[in-house]
């Protein structure tokens, strides 16, 4: 599906993923990792202006994005799109690590198979520790989000502007958000040159998988236009807007992050206005290859640990 449904939490995390995905392969002991309480910032808006309280020590959030087209239960849905991201307000340092679906892994469930079934197993507790475990990582918080979610958070600021280097013709693009089917197909067309994309539009130009010359490459550099253009609009919001923001979603996203810490991650979040600040990691070979069980993907973690754990300590 698409790396960068999971852009922000209501625009707090907005700020910060210019993204990329690629791929991995793991095994090692389980980790158990507590399981935040969620919270569905969507359905439960708070009505009053949040308490802010600075956010000073570095975090690390996992972000999680899925087909919820009503293929699978809501509650099983596998996540298409992780992205794992650390913030270190201290010296305004970010860092992504994006990790394929097609991943194969040892499972915090038990078991081995494609990390995109970790969700699906044992919810966003089995996600986190799933990934805890093959990375050797500690996750703070998580964030969900579904296609609607992505649509909806693009049309409630009002659309992104970008430029369409890598235009889409799709004749085989699901149409499976306002369908009787979650099989169906549908055409569609992103021209090339500069748009102004609503959610819809978007949501079609970062998930096409048909017709790029790059293929999933290209794919990513079309989802990393479009979070920078949805940290772009970010930048314009305030706490107060967030209520707001967050009833306009409709349950749409979830995370384990309270409403009050969304609002001071806004102010944060405008500070990181160093582009150089930012950086992301793409385990192309290489650290990966194909040819795993399945058609999964496999690494060579010998490569790929030293270099998360620098990032990620």
């Known amino acids: 599906m698409l ?14 993923l210019p993204a990329a995905q690629f791929a991995i ?5 389980v980790v158990k990792v507590p399981t935040p309480s969620p919270t569905d910032i969507l359905l439960s808006p708070s009505p009053q202006k949040p308490a802010l309280s600075p956010v000073t020590g570095a975090f690390t959030v996992l972000l999680l994005g899925s087909d919820d087209d009503s293929k699978f239960n809501a ?35 038990g078991g081995f198979g494609k990390i995109d079934g970790a969700y699906s197993y044992g919810g966003p507790g089995a996600a986190m520790a799933t990934v805890s475990q093959d990375f050797g990582v500690q996750i703070n918080d998580y964030i969900w989000v579904g296609l609607l ?15 369409t280097s890598h235009p889409v013709l799709d004749d085989y693009y ?9 099989y169906d197909y549908q055409r569609v067309a992103v021209l090339g040159g500069p748009q ?46 967030l209520p707001a923001l967050s009833a306009a979603l409709g349950g749409e996203l979830k995370t384990s992050i309270g409403l ?10 405008a500070s990181f206005d160093n582009p150089d600040a930012i950086r992301q990691i793409v385990l192309l070979p290489p650290y990966t290859h194909g040819g795993g069980p399945g058609g999964s993907i496999t690494a060579n973690w010998s490569l790929i640990l030293p270099l998360v754990h620098q990032y990620f300590p």
């Open 3 to 16: 790396a960068i449904a999971l852009s922000s939490v209501a625009g707090g995390l907005a700020y910060f």
């Open 174 to 182: 699901p149409s499976d958000i306002a369908s009787h089917s979650a």
């Open 260 to 269: 009050s810490k969304v609002a001071a991650l806004l102010p944060l979040a």
């Open 75 to 109: 509650d099983h849905v596998l996540t298409q799109s992780m992205i794992l991201v650390r913030v270190v307000p201290s010296t305004k340092q970010v860092t992504m690590l994006s990790i394929p679906r097609d991943l194969y892994v040892h499972l915090s469930t």
């Open 149 to 163: 979610g992505l649509i909806k958070l693009i049309d409630a600021v009002g659309g992104v502007d970008v430029v």
């Open 196 to 241: 102004h994309l609503d959610g819809i539009h978007a949501m079609q130009y970062v998930r096409s998988r048909h017709g790029d010359l790059q293929s999933d490459f290209g794919r990513s550099q079309r989802q990393q236009q479009v979070l920078l253009a949805i940290r772009q609009k970010a930048k314009q919001l305030s706490p107060e807007d």
């Open 25 to 29: 392969e793991s095994a090692g002991q």
